[in-house]
């Protein structure tokens, strides 16, 4: 069975940096693309940034672009997001998702909450 | 690519059919012959979950009353007979190029 746990929410100050982490089980991390997504408080979903297999492409939102960096660890099934320079409008709970074929999203974690305040 | 989806808020009848639609800014149909078009359900306090993928492929588990259609830039989810736990907040997704992007979202509630 798969499983996403995402961990490495919590309280930052704006300009601050948090780094999140998922931990994967139940299918062969090294051979999926991985996906971030988000959901600001009452808002929609947002798609974040992706990474392919080994770790050697990825893609941003415009809006994180040059802040966030997505990296992966497959020796320990493991995604990451580096958050850097973070703002009131980055807080949203955190989705790690699984890609399939790089064109749906069938497994989701259950997220996990990043707040921006002072 | 830019998404849109309409209505974005749909009250509905028990037992009625309903829909929504999703158009893109570019063509989403790839030479492979796949619309590269999801749709999610996400219900309330939980993680979104697959309906539809890549245009029109019910995802294992989807009850058959749901369906997608559409190729190109315009595209539909069909409820044929809605039911109580089919409200919620449901999504487009451009899946076709990065950076994707989800539809505004339709709050679906029964009236």
């Known amino acids: 069975e798969v499983h996403l746990v995402e961990s490495g929410g919590g309280l930052v100050q704006p300009g601050g940096s948090l780094r999140l982490s998922c931990a994967v089980s139940?299918?062969?991390?090294?051979?999926?693309?991985m996906t971030w997504v988000r959901q600001a408080p009452g808002k929609g979903l947002e798609w974040v940034a992706n990474?392919?297999?080994?770790?050697?492409?990825?893609y941003y939102a415009d809006s994180v672009k040059g802040r966030f960096t997505i990296s992966r660890d497959n020796a320990k099934n493991s995604l990451y997001l580096q958050m850097n320079s973070l703002r009131a409008e980055d807080t949203a709970l955190y989705y790690c998702?699984?890609?399939?074929?790089?064109?749906?999203?069938?497994?989701w974690g259950q997220g996990t909450l990043v707040t921006v305040s002072s | 690519i830019v998404v849109t989806q309409s209505p974005l808020s749909l009250p509905v009848t028990p037992g009625e059919p309903a829909s929504i639609s999703c158009r893109s800014s570019?063509?989403?149909?790839?030479?492979?012959?796949?619309?590269?078009l999801d749709w999610y359900l996400q219900k309330p306090g939980k993680s979104p979950q697959l309906l539809i993928y890549?245009?029109?492929n019910r995802a294992s588990g989807v009850p058959d009353r749901f369906s997608g259609s559409g190729s190109g830039t315009d595209f539909t989810l069909k409820i044929s007979k809605v039911e109580a736990e089919d409200v919620g907040i449901y999504y487009c997704?451009?899946?076709?190029?990065?950076?994707?992007?989800f539809g505004q979202g339709t709050k679906v509630e029964i009236k």
């Open positions: 998702v699984k890609d399939e074929r790089t064109a749906y999203y069938l497994y």
């Open positions: 139940g299918f062969t991390f090294s051979n999926y693309w």
């Open positions: 990474i392919n297999e080994d770790g050697s492409h990825s």
């Open positions: 570019q063509n989403l149909l790839y030479n492979n012959g796949y619309n590269y």
């Open positions: 890549l245009g029109s």
């Open positions: 997704l451009q899946t076709l190029q990065a950076p994707k992007m």
